[in-house]
């Protein structure tokens, strides 16, 4: 690929995806530096196992790879707390489905980023983005914004107590599709000329970035995130390997200097790194 507009390669609510052997570079014997505009490889609420190996990463104008799932923000709760409403937060991203019946739920608090504990439920019934009704009974369209961006989720058991509906969505909770989260991993690439991140990964599954080159990404190489805002790219890291990597010049702007060429950074709903919890 000479050059990719918008995102290369959109991974959506999808699952077992491999990329192998792929180029995407700008055609320098025409002058051109830029592979693509916007990230190359981008997934968001993923299932299975994404792999992405043997591959050549050159001129990306965003990320070379981000992998993430999506936070929804709790707007309702039902009397009985089985029936919710959640809600796609970014003005760029929402009007598709995010759940589907049988799915594996749990929640997040938007205060310090931590799970809420027991709160894994299973999705028995629900109404996608503009279809069947609102928890009012008021009917939902297609041609109005807000029912685009809403879902009506019914969970099989009541969601706990802590679980409350914050008017400002800074300090509310997210709901987490775990069904979709993916096992990732980034072997034997070659990263050069990334004007953002290598790679942006954020999934509870293993993760598994060996034997790749990273030669002058602009912000981290490797950027472990998760955010219950903005973007909201939902995951918390819990099992991590780094092995074998090599790191040139990267970060490569001055900006993202001091932040480091592996960067974790988790953001709460305010948009600001959380304080490990204590022991």
């Known amino acids: 690929y000479r050059f990719l507009h918008g995102f290369g390669m959109l991974l959506q609510v999808t699952k077992d995806v491999t990329y192998d052997n792929v180029t995407i570079g700008g055609n320098t014997e025409m002058g051109r530096d830029s592979g693509g505009f916007a990230d190359f490889i981008h997934g968001s609420t993923v299932a299975g196992t994404v792999t992405i190996k043997n591959c050549d990463f050159d001129g990306a104008q965003d990320d070379a790879i981000n992998i993430h799932g999506t936070y929804l923000q709790v707007t309702d709760i ?73 879902i009506v989720v019914t969970l099989d058991e009541p969601i706990p107590e802590e679980i409350t509906v914050d008017p400002e969505n800074n300090y509310g909770y997210v709901m987490e599709n775990v069904t979709y989260t993916p096992t990732v991993i980034v072997e034997n690439n070659r990263f050069v000329n990334i004007n953002a991140c290598g790679i942006l990964v954020t999934t ?18 490797i950027y472990i995130a998760g955010a219950a805002h903005g973007y909201n790219e939902s995951g918390r890291v819990e099992d991590l390997l780094i092995q074998g990597n090599t790191f040139v010049a990267n970060p490569s702007s001055s900006h993202f200097k001091a932040q480091g060429t592996i960067r974790v950074q988790p953001e709460d709903g305010r948009g600001v790194t959380p304080d490990p919890p204590t022991a």
């Open 204 to 221: 509870r599954r293993p993760i598994k970035i060996v034997n790749n080159y990273f030669d002058r990404t602009a912000n981290a190489s």
């Open 78 to 150: 039902s009397e009985d707390r089985k029936t919710l409403e959640v809600r796609y937060m970014h003005a760029e991203a929402w009007g598709f489905p995010q759940y589907h019946v049988g799915d594996v739920v749990d929640f997040t608090s938007q205060t310090d980023m931590t799970p809420v504990e027991d709160s894994t439920r299973t999705v028995v019934a629900l109404c996608d983005p503009g279809e069947g009704t609102n928890m009012d009974g008021t009917p939902r369209s297609q041609d109005n914004e807000e029912d685009m961006r809403t």
